[in-house]
């Protein structure tokens, strides 16, 4: 975390030391102190004091404040950077995706080769229920379908608005693995349109372990799940199947290389209930998470990010994952870069800040880095924040000053 890193031994040890009843305390007595003073409280008691000296003193604080009845929190979030490096995490946007088609195996094994730090695969499920990896369970953008199967389409209501096209619920697994990828975006390489498959949650997994074996590094994994709300309302909710997928690979808990996100609220804040890994609030520039509006919560995304949002979302979720332009607005060509508080806000509730996404791209890329790829990820470290979503993971790698890891 920025002021200084704890060892990784350091980490493990003080998490063992606080149990989930002791780290309630921190949360359940912020009544008397205030929820922003707990959390700084427990950032800078986690990684300030010694295992010893945290144990007696959360003894000391569990005896004066716990009351009977009260159901146990989560430890205060931690900031998640690259243990390696002690910078911000990169973390590679679908894959590579800005040089292969995204959410393929080739995409992340090609990111991993980069040297990126964690993967990313947006999780949709099959009729049969296995989760895949698409962006968006509408794929008429990101395969073939339409030449495969061009009666499927139809069109029906997801998060409010009528979408046409063909939909993963619709197939079955055996189905979608004759489909082949395309590049989404016209102006990228469609040199490998057609060539690679539709990867299972399952098979993205299998790929990072073997990773990890092959070079001796950890690689994380942040899945995001795609229309929550859309799915439990059709019978196929993506909750059960991602913690059981995860759990298969060894992946069970906060100390674990993985962080799951969405854009959604409720289904984070089931998820906090059932499990200790590591969860991440999406948050867009515009409009309000799909389950708010659909409740008639007059509240926009804007409204997640203010001091009093940040708190609520740190009493469910370990970190925020919020549109680039929340933090660094976009500025006139040659202006400094002023970034808003947001970063500032976060790490006061505790949070996490990782932002999306950077784009190498023409299109993309901001008129105030000048066409420097590079510049834009370097602005953004030294803005605080403490993971980068990329398409280009390279151009972060370079960045940043990281080593590319042998091949």
């Not at 499927?152 to 063909?166: H, L, M, S």
């Not at 309000?288 to 708190?311: K, N, Q």
């Amino acid at each position: 975390m920025p002021g200084g890193t704890v060892s990784r031994v350091e980490s493990r040890v003080e998490s063992r030391v606080e149990s989930r009843v002791e780290s309630s305390t921190l949360h359940e007595c912020t009544s008397t102190i205030g929820r922003a003073a707990g959390n700084v409280f427990a950032m800078f008691a986690r990684h300030f004091l010694s295992p010893p000296v945290l144990g007696a003193l959360l003894s000391l604080v569990a005896a004066s404040c716990a009351r009977p009845g009260t159901p146990p929190a989560l430890p205060a979030p931690e900031f998640a950077m690259d243990e390696v490096n002690h910078g911000p995490l990169i973390i590679a946007h679908r894959g590579a995706s800005g040089h292969r088609p995204e959410h393929t195996r080739e995409a992340y094994s090609l990111a991993i080769e980069m040297g990126a730090d964690y993967i990313e695969p947006d999780l949709v499920m099959t009729r049969d229920r296995v989760l895949v990896s698409r962006h968006e369970n509408e794929i008429g953008g990101t395969t073939d379908v339409a030449d495969r199967f061009p009666s499927r389409r139809r069109t029906q209501v997801i998060d409010g608005e009528e979408v046409t096209g063909w939909f993963t619920e619709d197939f079955t697994l055996a189905e979608l693995k004759t489909l082949r990828a395309h590049e989404r975006l016209p102006s990228r390489s469609h040199a490998f349109d057609g060539r690679f498959e539709v990867p299972t949650l399952d098979e993205v997994l299998t790929l990072v372990r073997a990773s990890e074996r092959a070079t001796g590094r950890t690689i994380g994994v942040y899945p995001e799940t795609k229309h929550p709300s859309h799915f439990a309302a059709i019978g196929l909710p993506l909750e059960d199947s991602l913690l059981a997928t995860l759990a298969r690979h060894g992946y069970h808990g906060r100390d674990d290389a993985v962080f799951i996100q969405s854009f959604e609220t409720g289904n984070l804040r089931g998820l906090r209930t059932r499990t200790s890994i590591r969860l991440v609030q999406l948050v867009d520039v515009g409009g309000a998470p799909a389950d708010l509006a659909a409740a008639g919560d007059p509240r926009g995304s804007r409204d997640l990010v203010t001091a009093a949002g940040l708190g609520e979302i740190a009493t469910y979720a370990d970190a925020v994952g919020v549109h680039k332009a929340l933090v660094l607005p976009p500025a006139a060509v040659g202006a400094p870069a002023r970034p808003t508080t947001l970063v500032r806000d976060a790490h006061a509730a505790g949070l996490a800040v990782h932002v999306w996404t950077l784009r190498s791209d023409a299109p993309y890329l901001g008129a105030e880095y000048a066409g420097d790829a590079a510049a834009e990820w370097r602005a953004f470290a030294a803005a605080g924040v403490d993971g980068m979503f990329g398409d280009f993971p390279d151009v972060g790698v370079r960045a940043l000053g990281r080593s590319v890891p042998p091949r």
